[in-house]
């Protein structure tokens, strides 16, 4: 028998590399301020500059849906040089003639996600997987 209480956190991770930090596409902002392998600096930022703009009780995903590309928080997330990993089916025609369906994971910048992408991700033809911030931009923000 299964619990029903269970919470399934599948996409509320952190994750981290030399170059970026990986956050799961259901992670709100204040989950990120609440957990320990998120950088301070990142938590100040939220706290400093996105929570002006943002409810942070919104997953970050939620958040992209919504941006304004003329908002002061979409030129934070350039300068942290945020980027979108979306993922879509795509249908190919192989050799032999047959049609296969195969899944296409792309990532891109915030700035290309809401020009390109977002509308596409809102009528249920793309999902976004992670959003991604470059360490060596977070190092250089200034508070």
């Not at 301020?33 to 930022?45: G, H, L, T």
Request: aromatic share 12%; proline share 1%; net charge positive.
């Amino acid at each position: 028998m299964q619990n029903k209480n269970v919470q399934y956190d599948d996409f509320k991770y952190v994750i981290q590399d030399t170059g970026c930090v990986y956050f799961g596409r259901e992670l709100r902002y204040t989950e990120m301020m609440e957990r320990d392998d998120v950088p301070f600096k990142f938590k100040a930022i939220i706290n400093g500059y996105l929570a002006k703009d943002a409810d942070l009780n919104q997953t970050i995903s939620a958040h992209l849906m919504t941006l304004d590309t003329q908002s002061f928080t979409f030129r934070v997330f350039e300068q942290l040089k945020l980027m979108v990993r979306i993922c879509y089916r795509e249908k190919k025609r192989g050799l032999s003639g047959k049609t296969k369906e195969k899944w296409v994971h792309k990532t891109c910048p915030v700035q290309q996600f809401c020009n390109e992408y977002r509308d596409r991700v809102e009528e249920q033809q793309m999902v976004i997987e992670d959003i991604s911030i470059s360490k060596l931009a977070l190092m250089v923000m200034n508070i």
